[in-house]
């Protein structure tokens, strides 16, 4: 038997490092090549790395939410054969140091040939300890009013001390007598009366932030570093929803949202004002400027946001828009996108759906210079110019960097953008 020794990939696209997202083989187990062993996370996606190999698991470079660099230690296994580490498992030992000097963060390593050390459970009881002495205690009614409360002199005179009114003080005892671990809970409330009813609640949860979370919590303290504006405007759009209506009628095999109006309306904007349609590269002062519209779509999915992207919006029909944004969408949620399907965007649309909100703020996508959102529809009353009308309004609200894009820009842009939603014909006039 030898030992076989994997290192973290290049998995392209310039990537020094990933995150551990989920192991898929525990510690001895017995993995068969081409199965996949783990799930890494890189900017763009998620992405299983399957053994060259078989053989029996002896040691993992950390847990979920720890970054390995590329080229680092990654797992190592019992194999049959020699294996690609000199010696047997005690001389495999020196190979081990050299993990910590790939990744800080990595737990320390137990000798080779003893993996049982890897998974401790030794603080676990010491937890369910913490989390007992400050529960609350069991459910019982307190006495009634005017009743004198029943307690052991000694918990009656620590109760004197402390000032606390054992009226006030749910017993658990018998007779619902107060003992001393009554007043232990009681003070852990705060000293809060235990009345029937809802009741004080002081367990404290942290949570790891790991994976797509974290991802998005890093792009997001990106983004707030960029100067931005944010635009909103009114849009009429009774016309827009009677031609949706109305398509759908023509052809019911497929239901058209707004959302490939809404696309389709863009890129035609887009055509007339380029200068929204940009990446801007301040580490190299340059403003790369697309003629392609590569429309990111931020959906909603299990694990957090996701942007998928609709590549060359600008040559597809409505309907077409519309197949491709539902299939994307798909993906994202099940988690079947593809690394290239997520990223490379020129500007993005994002919306709360039936959610909704009279307006928002749209966080920028770097290297995007803007964004559009889309808040509800909802009928309003509408000023004709004679007489109040009712009709289906929503605002658009649009953020903008405006370390290359002036606010006279957005406005032009975002004023193009509404006569195209409210004039819907205009979007499939070609110029």
């Known amino acids: 038997m030898g030992i076989h020794s994997i290192r973290m990939p290049d998995i392209g696209e310039g990537i020094a490092e990933t995150e551990i997202a989920e ?3 525990a510690i001895g187990q017995t993995i068969r090549e081409d199965d ?6 890189t900017d763009k996606a998620t992405v299983e790395i399957p053994s060259p190999v078989t053989g029996t ?5 950390g847990a979920p939410g720890d970054k390995i660099a590329v080229g680092a230690e990654l797992i190592r296994l019992e194999v049959d054969g020699a294996g690609n580490v000199a010696g047997d498992g005690t001389a495999a030992a020196p190979v081990a140091a050299k993990a910590p000097e790939a990744k800080a963060e990595a737990t320390p390593e137990p000798p080779v040939a003893k993996p049982e050390p890897i998974a401790p459970a030794a603080p676990a009881p010491k937890a369910e300890a913490k989390a007992a002495a400050t529960s609350l205690p069991p459910t019982a009614p307190l006495r009634a009013e005017g009743e004198r409360p029943i307690a052991a002199p000694s918990v009656r005179g620590r109760a004197r001390d402390g000032g606390i009114d054992l009226r006030l003080v749910r017993g658990s005892g018998p007779a619902g007598r107060i003992t001393h671990e ?6 852990a409330t705060g000293g809060l009366p235990q009345a029937s009813g809802p009741r004080a609640d002081n367990r404290i949860e942290e949570v790891k932030v790991i994976g797509l979370r974290r991802r998005i919590a890093e792009r997001m303290e990106q983004a707030n570093r960029i100067p931005s504006i944010t635009i909103v405007e009114e849009v009429d759009a009774t016309a827009l929803e009677d031609l949706r209506a109305r398509m759908n009628a023509a052809d019911k095999s497929q239901k058209l949202t707004l959302l490939p109006f809404i696309a389709r309306a863009l890129t035609r904007a887009l055509r007339d004002h380029p200068v929204i349609n940009q990446h801007y590269l301040p580490d190299e002062g340059i403003a790369r400027r697309f003629g392609a519209v590569h429309l990111g779509i931020a959906t909603q999915t299990p694990n957090g946001l996701m942007v998928p992207v609709l590549r060359h919006a600008e040559a597809l029909s409505v309907r077409d ?3 491709e944004i539902a299939r994307l969408a798909q993906a994202a949620r099940d988690g079947s996108a593809k690394r290239e399907e997520l990223s490379g965007s020129t500007i993005t649309i994002t919306s709360l759906g039936p959610l909704g909100a009279i307006a928002t703020t749209p966080i920028l996508n770097p290297p995007e210079v803007a964004i559009l959102g889309i808040n509800r529809l909802a009928v309003r009353p509408f000023w004709n110019g004679t007489a109040f009308e009712p009709r289906k309004m929503m605002n658009i609200s649009s953020s903008f960097d405006h370390r290359v894009i002036d606010g006279w820009d957005a406005a032009v842009f975002v004023q193009r953008l509404k ?6 014909a205009l979007i499939f006039v070609e110029a």
């Open 182 to 187: 009554d007043l232990d809970a009681f003070i």
């Open 419 to 424: 006569e195209l939603l409210e004039t819907p």
């Open 23 to 25: 192991w898929l083989v």
């Open 36 to 41: 996949p062993m783990v799930a890494v996370m």
């Open 57 to 61: 698991v002896l040691w993992q470079a």
């Open 321 to 323: 828009t519309a197949s």
